[in-house]
C-alpha cells in the first residue's frame, strides 16, 4: 500500500501522535525540580543529549537509530553544574551520563579499577574487602566528589527518552516548564535527532516480515520544532542548538539559515569527525540602535525566510553573501592529540570551552535584560 508523505506541522504533530506513558509523571518531578533551583535563584539548562530511535512497528522489533554516544552532552552538563547551573538532562536511555561517563567506556571500566583484598586475621568478619587501585585513586575521588556533591545540592535532575516521539513530548512539557525561569533558563539542544519519522498510523502493527522480498519504507519529516520552542513555548529562554555536518562547506550556511529561521541565540556547528576538537559558534549581530520612532524589522526579516527549505548550495541568488553580513562566527578548538588519554597528561575536554562561553553570553544576555527594564 502507498501512503503519501505527510508534513506535519508541531500542532499537527502532537494532534495526531500519542504522549510517552510517563509524561505526566515526568513534567511533574521537573516542576518541583524548577520550583526549588527558582527559589534558590539559580540559572537552568536544560541539556538533551544522546541519539533518538524511529520504530518501524508498534510492536518494536526493528528500530532507526544513529551513532550518537551523548558524550557531549553529558559532558557539558558537568561543566554547567561546575559552573553552578542546575542542570535537567534528558538523555536517551542508557547512554552516557555526567560523571558515570568516565567509567563507562570499555576502554575505562570501572570494575578494573577495583580489587579484592582477601579478609585479615583481626578482621571481625572473614569477608573480603574491595579498594580501589592505588592509581585510580586521585582521578576517582575527583569524580566522586563532584557527583556526591551535586546530589547533596539538589542540583541535576535526569530523564530519559528512546523514541523520537518521546523526545518531542518531553522537550515540549519540560520547555514550557521552564517559561517560569525566564531568561535565566538555558537550552543547550545537543541530542541527535532524528529528521524523519514513521507516523503511528502509518506503522505495521506486528514484525515486518522477510517474505516480500526487499523493504519500502517512506518516512515523513520531523516537524521543525525550533519554531514554536523560541516563539511559543519557551519565549525567554536562552536557545542553543547544534548542527552536525559531514560536509564541511556545509556547516556554516546551515546554522545561519537555522538562526534565520528560528530566530533563537546561538548555533554551535560541528563536523562529524572534529566534533571532539573544533566547533563554530554562529550568533547574529545585534542590530544597531534603531533612531526614535523607527519600527523593528527583525521580525518580519525572520518571517520572510520562512519558507524557505535549508539549503546550502550557491542556488541561493546569492542570499548567502547577502546573509554573511548579519552574522558572527567564533570558532573554538583545541589540540585534537589532547583529548587523547595519555598517562600523565591531563585530558582536555572541548566542552570545557563551549560551557564556558554560553555562561559567559548568558550572563551578558541577562544583564543587558536587566539593564534594559531597570531604565
Ligand atoms: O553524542 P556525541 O558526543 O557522540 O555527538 C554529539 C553531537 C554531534 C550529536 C552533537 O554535538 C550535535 O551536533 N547534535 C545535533 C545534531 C544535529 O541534529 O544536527
Redesign the pocket.
Known amino acids: 500500500m502507498h501512503t503519501e508523505p505527510t508534513t506535519f506541522s508541531a500542532e499537527q504533530y502532537f494532534a495526531t501522535q500519542p504522549p510517552p506513558p510517563t509524561l505526566q509523571h515526568d513534567v511533574e518531578k521537573v516542576r518541583e525540580f524548577l520550583q526549588r533551583q527558582k527559589s534558590e535563584g539559580r540559572a537552568v539548562v536544560l541539556v538533551t543529549?544522546?541519539?533518538t530511535t524511529v520504530p518501524l512497528e508498534l510492536n518494536v522489533v526493528r528500530f532507526l537509530d544513529n551513532?550518537?554516544?551523548?558524550?557531549?552532552?553529558a559532558t557539558s552538563a558537568e561543566y554547567f553544574l561546575k559552573a553552578g547551573y542546575a542542570v535537567i538532562f534528558m538523555h536517551r536511555q542508557f547512554?552516557l551520563q555526567p560523571f558515570s561517563r568516565h567509567y563507562s567506556h570499555s576502554t575505562n571500566p570501572f570494575l578494573d579499577f577495583l580489587d579484592i583484598e582477601p579478609p585479615q586475621p583481626e578482621d571481625a568478619e572473614p569477608t573480603p574487602r574491595i579498594s580501589v587501585t592505588p592509581n585510580k585513586r586521585e582521578d576517582l575521588l575527583q569524580v566522586l566528589t563532584a557527583y556526591k556533591t551535586v546530589h547533596a545540592q539538589g542540583t541535576l535532575h535526569t530523564l530519559t527518552f528512546v523514541t523520537v516521539n518521546d523526545y518531542l513530548w518531553l522537550l515540549r512539557a519540560v520547555s514550557q516548564e521552564m517559561a517560569v525561569l525566564s531568561r535565566k533558563a538555558m537550552f543547550y539542544?545537543?541530542?541527535?535527532?532524528s529528521d524523519f519519522f514513521l507516523p503511528r498510523q502509518k506503522m505495521s502493527e506486528h514484525k515486518i516480515q522477510s517474505g516480500k522480498g526487499s523493504l519500502h519504507i517512506e518516512m515523513d519529516q520531523v516537524p521543525k520544532i525550533l519554531k514554536p520552542l523560541v516563539s511559543e513555548w519557551t519565549p525567554g529562554g536562552y536557545i542553543v542548538s547544534?548542527?552536525?555536518?559531514t560536509d564541511p562547506q556545509l556547516l556554516i550556511p546551515k546554522a545561519r539559515q537555522a538562526l534565520e529561521r528560528y530566530g533563537h541565540q546561538v548555533v554551535?556547528g560541528?563536523d562529524?569527525h572534529r566534533?571532539k576538537y573544533e566547533v563554530v559558534f554562529v550568533s547574529k549581530k545585534p542590530l544597531p540602535a534603531l533612531p526614535p520612532g523607527a519600527v523593528d524589522g527583525v521580525n518580519s526579516r525572520t518571517e520572510e525566510s520562512e519558507g524557505q527549505q535549508e539549503s546550502g548550495n550557491s542556488a541561493d541568488g546569492g542570499k548567502q553573501e547577502e546573509l554573511a553580513d548579519s552574522f558572527t562566527e567564533t570558532w573554538l578548538r583545541i589540540d585534537a592529540s589532547e583529548t587523547v588519554a595519555t598517562p600523565g597528561f591531563p585530558v582536555k575536554e572541548i566542552e570545557e570551552d563551549i560551557v564556558a562561553e554560553l555562561v559567559k553570553r548568558h550572563g551578558d544576555w541577562i544583564g543587558d535584560s536587566q539593564s534594559t527594564t531597570s531604565q
Open positions: 543529549s544522546g541519539g551513532f550518537s554516544a551523548g558524550t557531549r552532552g547512554s539542544l545537543a541530542a541527535a535527532v547544534f548542527k552536525l555536518e554551535i560541528n562529524l566534533r
